[in-house]
């Protein structure tokens, strides 16, 4: 091989080289620029998590809870009769059950500081199977509570139990254990909820509020009859002080 030979081929290698190495160091780079990426995320996600507050917990004190014949539920100190909130839900709804998660104790709070009358209106909002049904069976279960406590309770072991929104759910059979389980002492509730008693007149009393209320969707939140944005709703902080300016 001649030295002009012998040189080429070093120069070829030594650029071979050459590429490998800068081959590396971008590789290096876009996976430093990846994690500097995820870690920004995070950092955002963590930020946004703060800003939007944690949920509080619930006092565990007493509030007085009665059940209306139309079907809502009223929940208030004696002689609180404002600020009123009142909160539109299907208990089929998967946003009222991260509703309720996130924002269920405040409400609660609240009314048991005496800060606010809360007032609940179950509606069934959907219009195809499985979830059509299986609203209207868990809402006329729950009109078969004739206390409020135990109405309460059950509103709770309804959302904790909440069937996915593919799937027919809310069977009888489950929602008489959800009864029980919840302290559910009304007479004949079993059978109450197996026939379904209170279905026509809870599909009525739907169909009029959402006319009467033009409601888009569930859940909406009204503070003195002006509905709540849900960046406040959902924001435990935000829908405390929103209520709690109401009442000023």
Sequence with gaps: MSKRTTEAARARIAAQREALRKQEQRKRITMIVTIAVVVVIAAVFTVWT???GTSE???????PV???KDGTVVMAQPGVTAPVVDVFEDFQC????????VSGPTLKNLAT????????????IFSQEPTKGNSL????????????????AYHDKLYANQPSESVTGFTADELIKWGKEAGVT?????NCVREQRNVAAHQEFSSKTMSTQKLGGTPTLKLNGKELDTNVAFVPSSLREAVESAGK
């Design 66 to 68: 009665t059940v209306e």
């Design 94 to 101: 998967p946003a009222c059950k991260q509703f309720e998660e």
């Design 57 to 63: 917990e619930a006092s565990g004190g007493s509030v």
């Design 137 to 152: 069976r868990a809402a006329s279960a729950a009109r078969c509570v004739t206390d409020g406590q135990q109405w309460l």
């Design 50 to 52: 703060v800003r939007q």
């Design 113 to 124: 500081e005496g800060k606010a009358k809360i007032v609940f209106h179950p509606i069934t």
């Design 186 to 190: 009304a007479p004949d509730f079993d």
